[in-house]
């Protein structure tokens, strides 16, 4: 099982970013895929949740609104389309095949996320 995440990078304020989730070595469209995120000094927290048939989404009230999770099972990704992006959302983004923080979650190196003022 692996998980790739990609598309972060430095933006300004306001600013949008795709984050993509890029999965292999499982069946792909019997898993949600949750969107967690890190900022320095921080607990690890969820941002936004996509069940496995795509037919329900969830996002922490933090980013409701700005955030829309998606997937494309025929091509094994799950994206994380960030807009009017905020300094308080500069953290290391990963994605998981869970919606929940569990201990058995082996986390991928994460795509990085600076938001500037």
């Known amino acids: 099982l692996q998980l790739v995440e990609s598309g972060g990078g430095l933006v300004q304020a306001g600013g949008s970013l795709r984050l993509s989730c890029a999965a292999s070595?499982?069946?792909?469209?019997?898993?949600?895929i949750g969107w967690f995120r890190q900022a320095p000094g921080k607990e690890r927290e969820g941002v936004s949740c996509?069940?496995?048939?795509?037919?329900?989404?969830y996002h922490a009230n933090s980013v409701k609104g700005r955030f829309t999770i998606s997937r494309d099972n025929a091509n094994n990704t799950v994206y994380l389309q960030m807009n009017d992006l905020k300094p308080e959302d500069t953290a290391v983004y990963y994605c998981?095949?869970?919606?929940?923080?569990?201990?058995?979650?082996?986390w991928g190196q994460g795509t990085q996320v600076i938001v500037s003022t």
């Open positions: 996509i069940s496995s048939r795509n037919t329900n989404t």
């Open positions: 998981a095949t869970s919606c929940v923080i569990v201990r058995s979650i082996s």
């Open positions: 070595g499982f069946t792909f469209d019997d898993y949600g």
